[in-house]
């Protein structure tokens, strides 16, 4: 991983190369079989796309299949997935899995225009409303169906900032109170901009095997039990009830029963809180707890790093940073550093089980990652 | 397949919903597992990305796993791979691949403009070349190291448009003459109007499933044989030798081990030919010719479709159409129809046994796909 910037002086090549580099180093492989690139403003921010064979130059391994795999926010948790599936296949063995995404170098009005994409810009940005303004729909409607606060909400930034001061890949270092989430100033009502990931920059990759290829690299290589995607409609004003993201438990029913797992097994958790709202929903949405069960978790220190559920232990999307369409591929590599002890500040004590949400538009696309400790 | 159009009238989620749903019913399949949707532009020329939702949703499919996948011209040919991977990783079983792309409608500039996404824009674009220009680089230099002449090169237009006259589904019924290609104004020396594809609009898709579920919605489904991938350095100037496209070469010879057969065996070929000198450089890459044999398969009337190696049967990139990240699914959905008996006017007798090659960039990523017909 990248550290995640602001501004980084990188290029989108550069960056890619960067965690590239890095992954195949340390699982010491020579020879990649194929790679997979996530990504998802290439072609509008960049105005860049053959990424596939782009980074596969950039690289060295100018021959090998390589293709870019697009899903807007959720690019990341989705190109994890087609590599999978290259592995499952039997047509690759030793495959890099990578995303990438540089947003920061444009304008406010480009990057939040490019964001648009990831919902119906035909029938939906005609109104003038953005990104954010969509979030903020789905956070008042929640607030309003089951009586949570700002006060609540605001608990899932706190708890992100807290995690990310001893990560030295994380965007942001700064400790924040609920008082200055609801201090800070107002971005679209009710989401305030510490409810509000930042632009960032960053690439995260990671190599995938078969289990008996992986252990000639690692001696207890971390295990991928589940990957699930699913989908919902894709616009707001399509969905019965916006403060439930079906596609969310679709993808976890379903990667909780490929990996023959339940919410309690989970021991370490990466959630996609682009938005304050969305670290709260997602764990009643994942089945951690109840629907309007006000962040309790969160309150009750459950998710702290001494808890039983460490959450967004990497610092999540708020403080570790969200370079849109590589921060699914950031949560697993995160998951696979806590499940082989190699977390170093950010470590919690005997992870055996980990699970990734990543999200795509507004819940419309989320993919579930379920990760298990090597034996 | 749509109809291949300049400036259908009908948007880039139209186009797909009219190929997806043919698809649908043409295979009479009801529930899909997933679905894959290969495009080149959305993100730079509709400024729409997500189009993995964003097309489920259109078809009515709001729930399956379903994301983008990219490579420049090579984003059918790419996405096929995709789902094929899907389909052999056991994870999906009926599998939708779709492939669209909107070109019409923009200015020359933009179109120009985006297709250099296909190669190198921070290092290649700057210096002021175009695609085309790149392409006509290619052939020039091919032209003097092999003593082929522009007469040479016609051969393939006019043959693709001799192929695309009993084409409903095409862009251009007009036959042609090799002097009118030669008479046909200069776009970028050597390369003339009629050596080159034209800018199109057009969606294709197909349904994949493993062969004992398929046979129960087919008497006898084509077989997928075998479906590689292969890339190239990204740009020009860092290729020894440009006459030759080592990713054609590559994953040729991985597909023709893959389903053990030789040149010889092919009894129906799609050809990526964007520019009338890439149709002919295949039929040498591919092992058909000697390099250097100017054209002569087609001159001997073998590629007609009378002829032993029926070429680009469906009216090829130049006359049938090139909707850019689609036109791989054309092919193979053309191979499809043929190994099937349904290509109608189009049919060409006895054939077993199809090869598909679909070309991203200037030469660089290339995508093989054999196809035999069902037993």
Known sequence: MTPVTTGSEKSLRELFVEAATEAIEDAG????????????????????????????????RESIPSYKVEDACASGGVVTNAGVKAVLSGME??????????????????????????????????????????NALIARRYMHQYKVTSEDLAEFPVLCHENALVNPRVQF????????VLRSPLVADPLRLLDCSAIGDGSAALILAPSDIAKK??????????????????????????????????????????ASVKPDDIDVLELHDAFSALGIMALEDLGF?????????????????????????????????????????????????????R??????????????????????????????RGN
Chains 1, 2 share one sequence.
């Not at 194929?34 to 290439?42: A, K, L, P, R, T």
């Not at 270092?173 to 200055?180: E, M």
């Open 173 to 180: 270092h700064k400790k924040i109170t609920v008082d200055d």
């Open 93 to 134: 063995e030793v495959v890099l899995v990578g995303a990438v995404e540089k947003l920061s170098g444009y304008t406010t009005p480009e990057v939040t225009s490019g964001l648009m994409m990831a919902e119906d810009r035909n029938k939906v940005a005609t109104t003038g409303i953005s990104f954010v303004g969509l």
């Open 29 to 60: 492989v020579d020879k990649l079989d194929s790679m997979y690139v996530g990504n998802m403003m290439s072609g509008y921010l960049q105005q860049q796309e053959h990424l596939g064979a782009l980074m596969a130059t950039a690289i060295g």
């Open 217 to 258: 690299f690692a001696d207890s290589p971390v295990e991928i039990e589940a990957s699930a995607v699913a989908t919902d409609r894709l616009s707001l004003y399509q969905r019965p009830d916006v403060t439930v993201f079906e596609a969310s438990r679709k993808a976890a029913a379903q990667a909780y029963s490929a």
């Open 343 to 372: 977390a170093d500040k950010c470590q919690v004590p005997d992870a055996e089980i980990g699970l990734a949400q990543s999200i795509g538009g507004i819940g419309t696309t989320v993919a579930v990652h379920v990760l298990r």
């Open 289 to 341: 707890e109840r629907k309007g069960s006000r962040a309790r978790l969160v309150k009750e220190g459950v998710c702290s790093r001494e808890g039983r559920l460490p959450t967004n232990t990497f610092g999540g999307l708020k403080a570790g940073g969200h370079p849109v369409g590589a921060s699914g591929v950031y949560q697993i590599a995160e998951l696979a550093l806590q499940l082989s002890s």
